[in-house]
């Protein structure tokens, strides 16, 4: 018995060795987040890093911003042929998932690359946006005000359009006020500077 | 100790709990050499490959794709127009060899169900877990003379030399002369394709050559997808003659004339006949088809074939789920199937994943329309959740189909 023993031993310990070789190449999907998230690459981009300019980059987005955005174009309050019927489907799922899944992945600048005069007459304009957004772009904690660091500028362009049009609303009637009242002054040369400024934020 | 079995001795000896641990315990048998073919390196089979090595690295991944080059369907139409290259569409496999995907430029020849086995010339590779992606092929023999012309009259339907070909012949095509276009009966590959291409082809005509018009007959009672969309944008082109219901039959190369299952017969002065199509030849072959003979049926969850164990199937080359034969939406099946093969061959249960869809068409030289589809799974079957168009054509349409296939080339092959 014991010596049938130790050749079984030799051998446990082997393939214990090799397991352990395989789990430490773990994929990169082990979450529900990640599974639940998998047709969302086809256009944010593989961990939520779009590399289109148009398209919002998710990595790194904070939940409860994510999970606002998402009841916003269920609920119809946000207005994108793509979203709404996508943010049913992140919906049916319970959102919680994908939206830790996105927080909690890093974020890589925006890919494409911005004229540096744009860049340079946008960070001026942007001293009237810091004292929300935050004098990098980061945000607020609690995910009210978004991060604008590194988001692809065709997509925060568009986003500040539709702001100017009132066809997007802040909740908070504060933010409405203060964001009517800086957007009046801007057209949409400036919205394009200013999002290059904020793409260009590391 | 009598009866000691590996996985008792594992349990025993507390090494089963740091197994356990760190992911759970998978059969031996397995575990020993796990390997996934994918055959069709297009949408569906590039992406199953590279999101099969993603899930699990342990994994061995082939692909077998004779082309050593990517080209998009998506966007070739823009290519007929003039407004975009060829050369824009085409990339390469390297990106698939850093996630460790082994590929092989040949033609799977034959599918061995039995032996878990696809033939490859002389040499045969085993599999745990067999993708099938093939894509489509044209059923020549229904439309009289076209197999005998095929070459001559040209498809365009899967991009590559042909879309060049059809290129050069708008190019070359005095101001006033014809050209007729063929729509298949459903279903066929990218159901609003037919319709992209011929608002991009009367508004080349229309902007080139102003005396030119464009016949389209439409084997279908009504344009097949994004119907009031597309209607509103023949409006702008005066140059643009739909014909519904009109089936072609028979072409006569020498007399450069289609003949309809009405009886009416189309002259041209060029022709792009877009065959109607099945599943890809080896789906065939190796009787994955369904009673139609033309396309597979599969589980909606795992996109395993209903008719053959360990073969899944993906892409355009299946049927029976509410979804477009688009490249989005094979896409999303490849990450799905990689998914549910990669937790079989684990001995998990597949997660629950419905696709999406999200598709454009381009209309003119700057403006775009798109149709978007979000799925759930219901009683273990895809279903609709809702479809949203946009309002009309614009050129933020066409901004966000280039955000789109920026992010899902790199998501198929990146």
């Known amino acids: 018995m014991r010596k049938s023993l130790l050749p079984s031993l030799l051998l446990v310990t082997m393939l214990v060795l090799i397991f352990a070789a395989a789990e430490t190449e773990a994929g990169p999907l082990d979450s529900p987040g990640a599974q639940k998230a998998l047709v969302c690459s086809a256009c944010h981009g593989f961990a939520g890093n779009s590399p289109g300019n148009t398209v919002p980059i998710l990595a790194g987005i904070n939940a409860n911003y994510f999970k606002k955005a998402i009841k916003d174009y269920a609920e119809g309050k946000r207005l994108s042929p793509e979203m709404e019927p996508y943010s049913k489907y992140v919906v049916q799922f319970g959102v919680d998932d994908i939206a830790n899944y996105f927080a909690s992945q890093k974020r890589q600048p925006a890919k494409v690359k911005a004229d540096p005069n744009a860049v340079s007459r946008g960070a001026t304009l942007a001293t009237q946006c810091i004292s929300c957004h935050g004098d990098k772009g980061d945000g607020d904690t609690e995910g009210t005000i978004p991060a604008l660091r590194g988001q692809a500028a065709g997509f925060v362009q568009a986003q500040l359009a539709l702001f100017k049009a009132d066809k997007r609303k802040p909740e908070d009637a504060i933010l409405e006020e203060s964001k009517k009242r800086i957007l009046k002054g801007l057209d949409n040369n400036d919205f394009a500077d200013l999002a290059a400024y904020f793409a260009s934020l590391k | ?414």
């Open chain 2, 1 to 414: 100790m009598q009866n000691l079995t590996r996985r008792n001795f594992l349990k025993a000896s507390g090494l089963g709990a740091a197994l356990l641990g760190a992911g759970g315990i998978r059969s031996f048998a397995a575990e020993a050499k796990r390997r996934v073919v994918v055959i069709g390196g297009g949408w569906g089979g590039a992406t199953a490959a590279k999101y099969s090595r993603l899930t699990d690295p342990s994994i061995e991944v082939t692909l077998l794709e004779p082309s050593r080059e990517f080209i998009s369907c998506p966007f070739s139409n823009l290519v007929l127009a003039g407004v975009e290259s060829l050369k824009n569409l085409t990339m390469n496999y390297n990106g698939l060899r850093k996630h460790g995907v082994k590929i092989r430029h040949e033609a799977a020849a034959a599918i061995e169900p039995d032996k878990r086995r696809v033939r490859v010339g002389k040499d045969s590779l085993e599999y745990d877990r067999l993708i099938v992606s093939p894509g489509i092929d044209f059923q020549w023999e229904l439309v009289e003379g076209l197999a005998q012309a095929k070459d001559t009259v040209l498809h365009a339907w899967k991009a590559g030399p042909q879309t060049l070909q059809l290129a050069k012949q708008l190019q070359s095509l005095a101001d006033g002369g014809v050209v007729v276009m063929t729509v298949p009966p459903v279903a066929f590959r990218c159901p609003p394709g037919p319709y992209e291409r011929a608002s991009m082809i009367a508004w080349y005509l229309h902007t080139k050559k102003p005396k030119s018009k464009l016949i389209v007959l439409d084997a279908n009672k009504d344009i097949v997808s994004k119907t009031g969309l597309f209607k509103a944008v023949f409006k702008d082109y005066p140059n643009l003659d739909y014909r519904p219901s009109q089936k072609v039959e028979k072409i006569d190369v020498g007399a450069k004339e289609v003949t309809t299952e009405p009886g009416d017969k189309v002259k041209y002065d060029v022709i792009n006949l877009i065959p109607p199509q099945r599943a890809g030849a080896i789906a065939v072959e190796a009787d994955l088809v369904g009673g139609d003979k033309r396309w597979c049926e599969v589980d909606h969850v795992t996109y395993e074939s209903v008719k053959q164990k360990n073969i899944h199937v993906i892409g355009d080359a299946t049927i029976g789920l509410p979804v477009p034969k688009s490249g989005n939406v094979a896409n999303a099946m490849g990450k799905i199937c990689a998914t549910a093969v990669v937790n079989l061959l684990n001995g998990k249960e597949p997660p629950v994943i419905a696709p999406g869809n999200t598709c454009y068409s381009w209309v003119n030289d700057k403006e775009a329309i798109a149709v978007v589809n979000a799925y759930k799974i219901e009683n273990g079957k895809v279903v609709q959740i809702e479809q949203k168009l946009t309002p009309g054509k614009s050129v933020a349409v066409a901004r966000n189909s280039l955000a789109w296939r920026a992010s899902i080339w790199n998501d198929v092959l990146g």
